[in-house]
């Protein structure tokens, strides 16, 4: 039987091996020893460093973020965008953000347990705040969901993660105010 004190541990060693080491140099021989287990506890319960990481990764995105309820549109946005942003300041996902995406690049099983992680999280929480807006009669019933989607995410994850720039004082609330403006237009 699977102790989930030792799942645990492994998990949380995968995300500090990662930030440390990044992918390529990453062994199931650091993650065990940061776990403080044997190898064969990590091998019990995945058959590779890839599939250990496309797990955590696809569970990341099962968790996401709450979806904000504050009455308003712009509201829901800047509160969806602060907790974005501050989940992608975290210096381990911070570290590890980049090092994934530059994996993917090269393994194909990775690109696409990244791109459907990022964008089932991001997906069901804009999704919830685009259908809160249109239920209060802000945004249309008929807009282009998937372009709504990508005017929602986009921009912020552009900075924090492409840029690797941390927003200027004000710019989350100028950034809510503008996908406001822009979403109405659809």
């Known amino acids: 039987m699977l102790r989930a004190e030792k799942t645990e541990a492994i998990r949380a060693a995968v995300f500090e091996e990662l930030a440390a080491v990044g992918y390529a140099r990453m062994s199931i021989e650091g993650i065990a020893r940061r776990a403080g287990v044997g190898k064969t506890a990590v091998y019990r319960r995945w058959s590779s460093k890839l599939h250990l990481v496309l797990d955590l990764v ?62 089932a999280g991001q997906h069901s929480v804009a999704s919830g705040i685009v259908r809160a807006a249109a239920a209060r009669g802000e945004l249309s019933a008929d807009l ?43």
């Open 58 to 119: 696809s569970a990341l995105a099962v968790q996401g973020l709450p979806t904000p309820d504050t009455g308003s549109l712009e509201g829901d946005l800047r509160q969806l965008y602060e907790l974005t942003a501050r989940a992608l300041r975290h210096p381990v996902a911070s570290q590890i953000l980049p090092d994934l995406q530059a994996e993917a690049a090269r393994n194909a099983d990775m690109a696409e347990a990244l791109q459907n992680a990022l964008r």
């Open 144 to 186: 282009d969901e998937d372009l709504a989607l990508d005017l929602i995410s986009g921009p912020l994850y552009w900075r924090a993660v492409v840029m690797r720039g941390k927003p200027p004082k004000g710019y989350l609330a100028r950034l809510a105010r503008a996908t406001t403006a822009g979403l109405r237009t659809l």
